[in-house]
Structure formats: structure tokens, C-alpha cells
């Protein structure tokens, strides 16, 4: 019953934190804010394929550690160094299924471009604000978020794909706002995307992962 009502109370409790929970007080505004993740969370371990939770732990740390960084962001290098780490796992989850193939990587070139152009931004914005002992962690989380999105697509799912994508728009959203200039709604469109993003990335466990082949693991390539 639980795991037939998940795909409904996931967005339901998404837009209640998003628009109908009071700032005040706070305590109450986080809890909110961290049911989404918890229920994702759940719908992941509910939805692995039979006998395979353990193979998918990666994704699941990395829901795990997000969710502290969403706990822990008022402290902005704390909550960005969970993150982090939730990207980390995420990344070395995704490469384990990698296939690259040549239009991914024509893909690839504008995403590149993108974060070059979104971290140049970033950087101007933090040297404006007298906030240059933030550049090296800043620059950090761009070039691994931007891995973890390259990752999703070497990796072909398309829920993962969806979801990085969706990752990469709400943290450039965020980090805009914050060292560039104001978005107009941002506060929604940061965490729309985000719960968006979380939600498909939870949904790629669905998919059995691949037994490599003996000359696979005898002799393993890219691609």
C-alpha cells in the first residue's frame, strides 16, 4: 500500500513544503523540507530489483547525503561538502554503467561551455562580493556537479539523464540567486527542480544492473 501511494505523496508533500509552509518557525519549515527526501528515499529501496538493494547502495548514499545537505545548508560549506559527496556517490554509481558513444560526447561540448560560463559568473559574483574565500569550494561543486551530470549521460538512463539535468538547472538557479543577481521566483524553481531532479535519479534503480561479461572484467574499457 505504502509503496502505490509514494508516487503521489512525493510531489504532495514536495508542493506543501513549497508553498504552503510558513518560514516560521524554522525547525518545522526543515522538517518539511526533508520529508520529500525521506520519501524518496524510500520509493528507491522499494523500487530496486529483487536481491539487488545491495548493488544499488551508491544511489542510495548519495540520496542520503543530499539530505543532509539540504539539513545542513544554512551552514553553506557544510551543506555544500554533503552535497558534494552525494554527487560523488552518484557519479561513481552512474560510470559503472557507462556507454559512451560519439553523440554523447557532441552532447557533452555545450554542457561543457555551459559550466565554464556558469562558473566564470560565479567567480566575478563571489570578487564583487568580498567572497573569494568561497571561490575554491564554488568551483569544486560546479565541476563535480557537472560530472555527475556528464556521468548520467555516459551511463544512458534516462531517468538518470532527466534528473542531473534537472540537478544541474535548480544548483544554477541557487547559486545565481545567490553570488550573481536575484531570480525572480527562485525559492520554487530551485526546489520544483530539485525534488524533480532527486525523484528520477531514485527512479534509475528501477533498471537491473548489467552482469559484466568475463573479458569485461578481464579487461575493462570505456565504452
Known sequence: MFRRTLPFLIPAMGLLYIFLIPDDPEPIKLLFKLIPMVLILCYACLHAPAGELRSHKRLLLG?????????TLRWFVIGL?????????????????????????????????????IAARLVQGLLDSNDG???????????????????ALANGNRFAIAGSLLFLASDSILSWNMFVSDVRFSG????????????????????????PQASERQNPSFG
Request: proline share 4%; hydrophobic share 60%.
Open 81 to 117: 561538502s554533503a552535497f558534494l559527496i552525494g554527487h560523488l556517490f552518484y557519479l561513481s554509481y552512474f560510470l559503472r554503467q557507462r556507454r559512451m558513444t560519439r553523440a554523447k560526447l557532441i552532447v557533452m561540448l555545450p554542457m561543457l561551455v555551459y559550466a565554464v560560463y
Open 133 to 151: 574565500y568561497l571561490i575554491a569550494p564554488v568551483l569544486f561543486y560546479v565541476a563535480a556537479i557537472f560530472t555527475m551530470s556528464v556521468s
Open 63 to 71: 540520496l542520503l547525503f543530499c539530505m543532509i545537505g539540504d539539513a
Open 188 to 211: 520554487p524553481l530551485i526546489m520544483l527542480t530539485y525534488y524533480a531532479a532527486q525523484w528520477l535519479i531514485a527512479s534509475s534503480i528501477k533498471t537491473p544492473l548489467a552482469k
